[in-house]
Nanobody, 122 residues
Framework: VRLVESGGGLVQAGGSLRLSCAAS????????MGWFRQAPGKEREFVAA????????DYADSVKGRFTISRDNAKNTVYLQMNSLKPEDTAVYYC????????????????WGQGTQVTVSS
């Protein structure tokens, strides 16, 4: 599975961005999808995940109520709507696919995109 992220950029605190991740190469639907992020000097951390059907989701506590993950299996695309952005959300955001069920564990994910930069100014 090849994953390509888009939609990152520079935004002011309190603003919104929507990230997209287009998948190609294999059937998209069998995979749970997730978003991770990595800030400079920090470990890559879980942000959100969605099940194969889209009916189940999970979020990091730091983004609950602000971020929403969704997917369109017909378009082989997963989205991350980010609202009320904060400077601490600044990071490279990675899209990822897992053959397991919805999971927050980095090692459960099999495929990774190259990442897209999100910068939130104060």
């Amino acid at each position: 599975v090849r994953l390509v992220e888009s939609g990152g950029g520079l935004v002011q605190a309190g603003g919104s961005l929507r990230l997209s991740c287009a998948a190609s190469g294999r059937t998209f639907r069998p995979y749970a999808m997730g978003w991770f992020r990595q800030a400079p000097g920090k470990e890559r951390e879980f942000v959100a995940a969605i099940s194969r059907s889209g009916r189940s989701t999970d979020y990091a506590d730091s983004v609950k109520g602000r971020f929403t993950i969704s997917r369109d299996n017909a378009k082989n695309t997963v989205y991350l709507q980010m609202n009320s952005l904060k400077p601490e959300d600044t990071a490279v955001y990675y899209c990822t696919a897992s053959s397991a069920v919805v999971t927050t564990t980095r090692s459960d994910y099999d495929y990774w995109g190259q990442g897209t930069q999100v910068t939130v100014s104060s």
